[in-house]
T-cell receptor, first 114, second 116 residues
Framework: DTEVTQTPKHLVMGMTNKKSLKCEQHMGHRAMYWYKQKAKKPPELMFVYSYEKLSINESVPSRFSPECPNSSLLNLHLHALQPEDSALYLC?????????????FGPGTRLTVT | GNSVTQMEGPVTLSEEAFLTINCTYTATGYPSLFWYVQYPGEGLQLLLKATKADDKGSNKGFEATYRKETTSFHLEKGSVQVSDSAVYFCALIEPDRGSTLGRLYFGRGTQLTVWP
């Protein structure tokens, strides 16, 4: 099974709202990722968790707050977003450790900030 | 540093035509190379991969060969179908020195449209 699931599929939120994106994988992967993708662009890395610890934060604004409750789950908490944060948010997972391991992506959450 | 350069799109073909999407890379070490495909409204799917020089990755009729001498990983398919219409991303991973994770570097993506 190479499936990564994400919920919700679509999300519309106002600039004062607080919402969360969820990601789950059952492949036994110990590295999980959040990407942001704007239209007609490649995904941009936001955060990387390795063994449930935050390993990489690509200078993402604090209005995005990641959380990794366990090895299968990854959340992205959203607060006070701006309209320019509207994008497709992709979760991915891979094996961790030394090596060039392929990443498996979820279907994404289409976020619209009004 | 690491980077991936893809041919500019969009690419428009008739069904059963031959497809080539060029991809070249720059890396400081020995990367693994990937092609991902993104269908409209969906996430990225791993299409194929190659982990060392002269490896050929293949899947669903698509092929790509890791050419170290030309630092290339061109995607080919002998006969495209309407259902192949999507955006194709070339990507590389090279383990960071001193890190346990490989960063994924993407090309800009190439939009393929296949007409019946």
């Amino acid at each position: 099974d190479t499936e990564v699931t994400q919920t919700p599929k679509h999300l519309v939120m106002g600039m004062t709202n607080k919402k969360s994106l969820k990601c789950e994988q059952h492949m036994g992967h110990r590295a999980m990722y959040w990407y942001k993708q704007k239209a007609k662009k490649p995904p941009e890395l936001m955060f990387v968790y390795s063994y449930e610890k935050l390993s990489i934060n690509e200078s993402v604004p604090s209005r995005f707050s990641p959380e990794c409750p366990n090895s299968s789950l990854l959340n992205l908490h959203l607060h006070a977003l701006q309209p320019e944060d509207s994008a497709l948010y992709l979760c991915a997972s891979s094996q961790a450790g030394q090596g060039s391991y392929e990443q498996y992506f979820g279907p994404g959450t289409r976020l619209t900030v009004t | 540093g690491n980077s991936v350069t893809q041919m500019e799109g969009p690419v428009t073909l008739s069904e059963e035509a031959f497809l080539t999407i060029n991809c070249t890379y720059t890396a400081t070490g020995y990367p693994s190379l990937f092609w991902y495909v993104q269908y409209p409204g969906e996430g990225l799917q791993l299409l194929l991969k190659a982990t060392k020089a002269d490896d050929k990755g293949s899947n669903k009729g698509f092929e790509a060969t890791y050419r170290k001498e030309t630092t290339s990983f061109h995607l080919e398919k002998g006969s495209v179908q309407v259902s192949d219409s999507a955006v194709y991303f070339c990507a590389l991973i090279e383990p960071d020195r001193g890190s346990t994770l490989g960063r994924l570097y993407f090309g800009r993506g190439t939009q393929l449209t296949v007409w019946p």
